[in-house]
């Protein structure tokens, strides 16, 4: 079964650049989206179709994906943007895979 | 808008099953592709299966076939997960999400359920 990996953590200091991998054999061949999940709440989808960022999603909130490799980046990540970050890709058209997740914290 | 609208919280004793609801607003059920996603203490999160209704099929997560089933009752714009044989590995947070705006990516949510499984 197809399988995304992420680090479990990352560390930023506020204002700086955070990024957080997801791999996967051939990912860049699939569209990969990322979620965002605060504690107690459900998650929210911040980018789609790999660099794609829904209405209301802040601009410092971008994506990219190629090769084994997707990549989730914040520029200038302010202090509310600590939380959990999941990647997630289809395996062919019909199964849904997760990442393990990354829990971002900013210090 | 779409909304997604789960019942409440459930314990359940091992062995015993568990049927989570969904109420749907916004859209037609039987028009709407939902998922179901589910996410233990501590843990990430893992996808039981979905709906598409393109073509009408229900698919599971191979690790769950034979154990989930999803059904709907579009009297009442209600989508069920129903899981069986419960353990205590199966306490989570058990969300439906869907991909109707972005198609790829579950834009909304429901709010989860906590099914505590204990004896």
Known sequence: SYELTQPPSVSVSPGQTASITCSGDKLGDKFVC??????????????????????????RFSGSNSGNTATLTISGTQAIDEADYYCHAWDGTTVVVFGGGTKLTVL | QVQL?????????????V???????????????????????GKG??????????????IYAQKFQGRVTMTEDTSIDTAYMELSSL?????????CATDILTN??????????MVTVSS
């Open chain 1, 34 to 59: 990322w979620y965002q999940q605060k504690p107690g709440q459900s998650p929210v989808v911040i980018i789609y179709e790999d660099t794609k960022r829904p209405s209301g999603i802040p601009e």
């Open chain 2, 5 to 17: 609208v789960q019942s409440g919280a459930e314990v359940k004793k091992p062995g015993a099953s």
């Open chain 2, 19 to 41: 049927k989570v609801s969904c109420k749907v607003s916004g859209y037609t059920l039987s028009e709407l592709p939902r998922h179901w996603v589910r996410q233990a203490p």
């Open chain 2, 45 to 58: 999160l893992e996808w039981l299966g979905g709906f598409d209704p393109e073509d009408g099929e229900t």
């Open chain 2, 87 to 95: 353990s205590s590995e199966d306490t989570a947070v058990y969300y």
């Open chain 2, 104 to 113: 790829l990516a579950f834009d909304i949510w429901g709010q989860g359920t």
